[in-house]
C-alpha cells in the first residue's frame, strides 16, 4: 500500500432492540376495554329504547281494529302447531259486543324474504274476520301488491281448509289474494293462513 494512499474503516454499528413497554401494552389494553363497554352500553340503550313488545303491540293493532274490544287476553291454549308450514306464535281472545274473537299472531314460511307475519282476526265460528300484515320483508314492487290486497282474505271460512301442507304456486293462485308474478309472496300468505287453520281447527277439534 502506497504511504499516501489512507485505509478507511468504516465502523458498523447494529442497531439496538427497543425495549419492551409493559406499560403502552397495558394502556392499549385498557383503552380497548373502555371503548368495548361504551359500544356495548350505547347498543344495550338502543336495544332498550326501540324494543317493541310483541304482546303490546298485538293489542294495539286490535284495538286499532276494534275499538270497542274488551276483555283482551292472551291464550296460550289456543296456540297449536303440527302440520302446517308456518306456525302460530301467540293468539289472544277478546270480545266485540260480547261476541268472543280470537287474534292468531301466524307465522308463514316460503315468503321471498323467507317468512310473513300476519295477524288474522278469526271470529268464533272461524271466520277471517280482518288481516294485519304485523311484519314482512317482501319486496313493495312485487310481494308488496299482495299485501295490499290480503284484505280479500276477510270472509274466508278456516274450517274449509283440509290441506295443511306446504302451498304449492296452484295452491297459491287458487287464492283470492294472489297477483301475477308475485307467486312466491302470495305462497308466504297462504301458508300463514293454513298455520292458522290448522291451529283453530285443531282446538275446535278438542
Known amino acids: ?34 371503548i368495548g363497554a361504551v359500544a356495548g352500553a350505547l347498543l344495550g340503550a338502543i336495544n332498550v329504547v326501540t324494543y317493541v313488545d310483541p304482546d303490546e303491540a ?18 296460550p291454549s289456543y296456540v297449536i302447531n303440527g302440520e302446517a308450514y308456518g ?20 307465522v308463514g314460511r316460503g315468503a321471498y324474504d ?18 294485519s300484515v304485523y ?13 295490499k ?8 271460512d278456516l274450517k274449509t281448509i283440509e290441506n295443511y301442507g306446504q302451498a304449492g304456486s296452484a295452491d297459491a293462485q287458487a287464492m283470492d289474494y294472489y297477483v301475477s308474478g308475485a307467486t312466491v309472496t302470495t305462497k308466504g300468505v297462504t301458508n300463514a293462513l293454513r298455520a292458522c287453520a290448522y291451529a283453530y281447527n285443531k282446538k275446535m277439534e278438542g
Request: hydrophobic share 40%; charged share 25%; with cysteine.
Open 1 to 34: 500500500m502506497a504511504d499516501n494512499e489512507v485505509k478507511v474503516e468504516a465502523e458498523v454499528k447494529t442497531p439496538s432492540k427497543k425495549k419492551f413497554d409493559k406499560n403502552s401494552v397495558i394502556w392499549c389494553v385498557c383503552i380497548l376495554v373502555i
Open 58 to 75: 298485538i293489542m294495539k293493532t286490535i284495538t286499532s281494529n276494534y275499538a270497542d274490544a274488551t276483555e283482551i287476553a292472551k291464550d
Open 114 to 131: 323467507g317468512t310473513i307475519e300476519i295477524l288474522f282476526f278469526v271470529t268464533e265460528d272461524g271466520i277471517v274476520d280482518n288481516v
Open 135 to 147: 311484519s314482512s320483508g317482501e319486496t313493495s314492487a312485487v310481494g308488496g301488491k299482495v299485501l
Open 149 to 156: 290486497v290480503i284484505d280479500r282474505v276477510k270472509g274466508f
Open 87 to 106: 306456525s302460530i306464535s301467540s293468539v289472544f281472545t277478546y270480545k266485540v259486543n260480547g261476541a268472543k274473537m280470537l287474534c292468531y299472531y301466524s
